[in-house]
């Protein structure tokens, strides 16, 4: 009987005690879903709070904008200062040329660099040479950037083929003379030496004086003469009288006014000679 007993004792003491274990698991259950519940309101409040700040920044962006485009409100000392742009500058390019340089601008002919320059250009610092044109007694300004457009002055190999193409025969379309001018005028813009000997030769008329020619016509002859003369007279490093006249026998003019020069030089060296040996 003692022992039934016993084992019935034990057996409510192990009841009780798990009873009371279920009950503490309970509790720590209840416990961690309130905990659970209490984060996510937190978390909720907390991104609440973020889109509201989020909304009142955007606001805020807009009332700006709004500023800057109403051009009726009268600026307040509060509101933000325009922001001061930073002077740009040209961008790098190697310099091609040196100072004191002859280069040949297509518009202008031949002209000599003096300097070099920094300009402010619609905020932008910009690096020009400085050229000098002695013919037409003016000066001009290219940017480095558009150096390209420049040309270095024809060597002697050069000189010597537009030599050949001045005593070659002219080639002269039947064409309208407006067509032909524009064309001419076109060769002599570009700048190339073998185009502005060709225009030479095409409108050269030498020392026939018989055949008519027109103003424009006598105008183009002359701009491109004089260009190929001074380009002559540099490369060659001669004077003005010397390359004029290599120019005039290429292309057979005056040749009549230059022998008589000729004849009166030596008909005034003969008796200063004479005098000399006497």
Aim: proline content about 3%.
């Amino acid at each position: 009987m003692k022992s039934i007993l016993k084992k019935i004792l034990d057996s409510k003491k192990t009841k009780k005690v798990v009873k009371k274990k279920i009950k503490k698991i309970k509790k720590i259950k209840k416990v961690a879903k309130t905990k659970k519940v209490s984060k996510i309101v937190k978390i909720k409040k907390v991104s609440k709070e973020l889109s509201k700040k989020k909304i009142l920044k955007d606001l805020k962006k807009k009332d700006k904008v709004e500023v800057k485009t109403d051009p009726l409100r009268i600026p307040k000392n509060n509101e933000q200062k325009p922001e001061i742009k930073k002077v740009k500058k040209q961008e790098t390019e190697k310099r091609l040329f040196k100072v004191k340089d002859y280069v040949v601008y297509p518009k202008h002919g031949v002209g000599q660099i003096t300097e070099t320059k920094k300009i402010n250009i619609g905020g932008i610092d910009v690096e020009t040479y400085v050229l000098k044109f002695e013919k037409d007694k003016a000066n001009g300004m290219v940017p480095v950037n558009k150096q390209s457009h420049l040309r270095p002055l024809a060597t002697i190999n050069q000189v010597n083929k537009c030599v050949s193409i001045l005593k070659s025969k002219p080639k002269i379309k039947r064409s309208m003379w407006s067509r032909r001018a524009q064309e001419y005028e076109a060769k002599i813009s570009s700048g190339k030496i073998y185009d502005l000997a060709e225009v030479v030769r095409d409108l050269n008329k030498g020392d026939d004086i018989m055949i008519d020619q027109s103003y424009s016509e006598r105008q183009l002859f002359e701009k491109a003469y004089e260009r190929l003369l001074t380009e002559f007279q540099i490369v060659l490093g001669a004077n003005l009288e010397d390359a004029q006249k290599k120019l005039d026998k290429a292309l057979k003019r005056n040749l009549e006014k230059q022998a008589q020069k000729i004849e009166e030089k030596q008909v005034i060296e003969e008796p200063i000679n004479q005098e000399l040996t006497e």
